[in-house]
């Protein structure tokens, strides 16, 4: 199977990258484009047999998978320079949650799904969301998902969730890695201690804490009711923390999501020239 990558940007690259590590894919079997031709040079350097090409047609005239890695707005480019190549028997996967399955499926005369993959695949770990159009058959799935589970834990929903599952599994890391840096970052201030080492402990703290949620078949609360003996130095500082954070994550989750439809609505307009159905 020959697989295309039209973008080599961070989640590009860093699926080519997991793909080569877990040796679900070989060099020889993979060709890439960008609109910056240097960064796909540049893998293909880094990965012998890699063919980086200039144009997007060549990747799509050559592949049998084809994943979609551009930002919302440079679809519709990468799109049409993609349509006279693309044959019904291709698969076409985007991994950009604002460009809905519809927008490819009414232009693209093939097969579409959607991905969207986690920062923590690059370590062969997390989940990658799956979402399905109308012609994708059960052969299909399981090809991709055969791929898609060298490098992390597929998981197929409705696309109504994109974007609030995205939140939990691809914007996850960097939110409680923000709440981590600060949790350390007050510690080094409050008490001296030397910053690597404080990153080194909580650094093990959460992933032992991850393991707890997996492995261990813990919920979240029963982790806090285990640490947190009543009257103790643990549940006085979770008493703070549900004050001072109180509503937050709701403000959170209004805030991804009304980016999310405004990305929406700009990919509409790229695509079909004005709003369509309100988006």
């Known amino acids: 199977m ?16 997991a793909f ?9 079997q993979i060709s ?3 609109r910056t031709y240097a960064k796909a040079q540049a893998l293909a350097e880094r990965y012998p ?38 044959r019904p028997d291709q698969l076409v996967v985007s991994i950009t949650s604002p460009v809905l399955i519809s927008h490819l499926e009414e232009i693209l005369p093939c097969k579409i ?8 695949n690059v370590i062969l770990s997390g989940a990658t969301l799956c979402i399905y159009g109308g ?27 994109t974007r609030i599952v995205s939140d939990l599994s691809s914007c996850g890391p960097a939110f409680m890695c923000y709440l981590l840096e600060q949790f350390v970052e007050a510690a080094v201030r409050e008490t ?38 009543p009257g103790g130095i643990t549940a006085q500082a979770l008493d703070l923390l549900r004050r001072e954070t109180s509503g937050v994550f709701n403000r959170l989750i209004k805030t991804t999501h009304a980016k999310y439809d405004e990305d929406v609505a700009k990919v509409a307009v790229s695509f079909y020239g004005e709003e369509v159905n309100g988006q």
């Open 192 to 229: 001296g201690i030397p910053r690597d080492d404080a990153y080194k402990v909580a650094g093990a703290m959460l992933s032992g804490t991850g393991r707890l949620l997996t492995e261990g078949g813990l919920s979240p609360g029963e982790v806090q009711a285990k640490v947190a003996v």
């Open 49 to 86: 047999g890699l063919r980086a090409v200039h144009a997007n047609a060549a990747v799509a005239a050559n592949s049998d998978l084809i994943f979609l890695c551009v930002k919302p707005l440079e679809f519709k480019k990468a799109v049409d320079d993609m349509l006279p190549f693309i």
């Open 32 to 34: 890439v484009s960008n």
């Open 135 to 161: 012609r994708i058959e059960a052969g299909d799935r399981e090809r991709l998902e055969s791929l898609l589970s060298r490098i992390s834990s597929p998981l197929q929903i409705d696309e109504p969730y």
């Open 113 to 120: 799904a959607k991905v969207i993959p986690s920062v923590t």
């Open 20 to 28: 080569l590590k877990a040796k679900a894919l070989r060099p020889t």
């Open 2 to 17: 020959n697989v295309g990558f039209i973008g080599t940007g961070t989640m590009g690259s860093l699926l080519v990258e």
